[in-house]
T-cell receptor, first 111, second 114 residues
Framework: AQSVTQLDSQVPVFEEAPVELRCNYS??????LFWYVQYPNQGLQLLLK??????LVKGINGFEAEFNKSQTSFHLRKPSVHISDTAEYFC?????????FGTGTSLTVIP | DAGVIQSPRHEVTEMGQEVTLRCKPI?????LFWYRQTMMRGLELLIY????????DSGMPEDRFSAKMPNASFSTLKIQPSEPRDSAVYFC????????????FGNGTRLTVT
């Protein structure tokens, strides 16, 4: 079975500072990896995905993530955050049939 | 594309009443998922369908919950009778069978059972 761990439940960061949201997964098969963002009172929106190829994946809103197979990690990064990035972020893996989500990281950008 | 459409957006009902949540997946998507989100338990998978057939319903809390997908463009999640602990946001999501296809979420139904 697959599992996803997001170690940081809350991450406060000052505006224009860099941020990294951590995601580790465990799987006995090859998986696809995703990051989603959830703004208040909305559904989850896809930020980026890793399917294969280059381990550095760029997504919307200036976010990027790096797949590290040896460390089974898929950390999300942004070099300079904005107030509008305040939201809940979910890491997910897919084994081609089901999707497995982490418990989420609440990012709060402080003015 | 209109995306995944859920209705209603908000539902307030009294304990013991029947509640029906509705979902229209993205046209052409073969898989449909129902999730429940609460502060305490986070995002939980309730059930998912592939080609209108329920594949895994192990996440359905109890017999009060039932889900159907009569055709490729419509699904319902029913709670009968509802209880206050069912209060949550219920999300529907769909994806295609194409390898690596992500999940697309609706905006959810916020259910409050008093």
């Amino acid at each position: 079975a697959q599992s996803v761990t997001q170690l940081d439940s809350q991450v406060p960061v000052f505006e224009e500072a860099p941020v990294e949201l951590r995601c580790n997964y465990s799987s006995s098969v090859s998986v696809y990896l995703f990051w989603y963002v959830q703004y208040p009172n909305q559904g989850l929106q896809l930020l980026l995905k890793y399917l294969s190829g280059s381990t550095l994946v760029k997504g919307i809103n200036g976010f990027e993530a790096e797949f590290n197979k040896s460390q089974t990690s898929f950390h999300l990064r942004k070099p300079s955050v904005h107030i509008s990035d305040t939201a809940e972020y979910f890491c997910a893996v897919s084994d081609r049939s089901q999707f497995y989500f982490g418990t989420g990281t609440s990012l709060t950008v402080i003015p | 594309d209109a995306g995944v459409i859920q209705s209603p957006r908000h539902e307030v009902t009294e304990m013991g009443q029947e509640v029906t949540l509705r979902c229209k997946p993205i046209s052409g998507h073969n898989s449909l998922f129902w999730y429940r989100q609460t502060m305490m338990r986070g995002l939980e998978l309730l059930i998912y369908f592939n080609n209108n057939v329920p594949i895994d319903d192990s996440g359905m809390p109890e017999d009060r919950f039932s889900a159907k997908m009569p055709n490729a463009s419509f699904s319902t999640l029913k709670i009968q009778p509802s209880e206050p602990r069912d209060s949550a946001v219920y999300f529907c999501a769909s994806s295609s069978d194409r390898s690596g296809s992500p999940l697309h979420f609706g905006n959810g139904t916020r259910l409050t059972v008093t």
